[in-house]
């Protein structure tokens, strides 16, 4: 059964500043792994999607990495703005069904 | 090209009750998922539709169904509500091509039950 673990649960950092987000999961039988963000009370956008060929995908200020064999993905924010505080959710999709899991979500604030 | 449109937005029900709330997703789209948000569980996926097929089913008990019409607008139905069942309720609609599936969620909507 897939499992889906992100750390931090919640980070604050000053505006500027690089950081990380990381995802992880127990079955590296994946078929994509994608990246959204939500604001409160409102719905997911997605950021990025790495297909599990892919190492890595990039837009704009964000950075998402995949390593199957290890079962982690990292998110790589550069230059953090007071606008990407919100919550930021890994997804899995598995390839023996179509059940996509999520984690439970980094609560990310940049202090201006 | 519109997103993928959930209404209604809110809801307020009573218990034993039922309630039936609509996603459209985006033209072209054919699958469409629904997942249950609550700040205790997280998201959790409910079932999943391609091509009014149901092809996965997520853990939840059999008062949660769900369907889809012919023109990929599917509606997740809720019988005999309870206190727990008040959620954010989210669809995401699928674009599969050349391998590549990304998942678009629409707004949600927001069941409260009393």
């Known amino acids: 059964k897939q499992e889906v673990t992100q750390i931090p649960a919640a980070l604050s950092v000053p505006e500027g500043e690089n950081l990380v987000l990381n995802c992880s999961f127990t079955?590296?039988?994946?078929?994509?792994l994608q990246w959204f963000r939500q604001d409160p009370g409102k719905g997911l956008t997605s950021l990025l999607l790495?297909?599990?060929?892919?190492r890595e995908q990039t837009s704009g200020r964000l950075n998402a990495s995949l390593d199957k064999s290890s079962g982690r993905s990292t998110l790589y924010i550069a230059a953090s703005q007071p606008g990407d505080s919100a919550t930021y959710l890994c997804?899995?999709?598995?390839?023996?069904?179509?059940?996509?899991?999520f984690g439970a979500g980094t609560r990310l604030f940049v202090k201006a | 090209k519109a997103g993928v449109t959930q209404t209604p937005r809110y809801l307020i029900k009573t218990r034993g009750q039922q309630v039936t709330l609509s996603c459209s997703p985006i033209?072209?789209?054919?699958?469409v998922s629904w997942y249950q948000q609550t700040p205790g569980q997280g998201l959790q996926f409910l079932f999943e539709?391609?091509?009014?097929?149901?092809?996965n089913k997520g853990n939840f008990p059999g008062r949660f169904s769900g369907r889809q019409f012919s023109n990929s607008r599917s509606e997740m139905n809720v019988s005999t509500l309870e206190l727990g069942d008040s959620a954010l309720y989210l669809c995401?609609?699928?674009?599969?091509?050349?391998?590549?599936?990304?998942?678009?969620f629409g707004q949600g909507t927001r069941l409260t039950v009393v």
């Open positions: 997804a899995v999709r598995g390839t023996g069904g179509f059940k996509t899991i």
């Open positions: 790495i297909q599990s060929s892919q």
């Open positions: 033209s072209g789209h054919r699958s």
């Open positions: 995401a609609s699928t674009l599969q091509e050349s391998g590549r599936t990304e998942a678009f």
């Open positions: 539709y391609f091509s009014e097929t149901q092809r």
């Open positions: 079955d590296s039988a994946i078929y994509n």
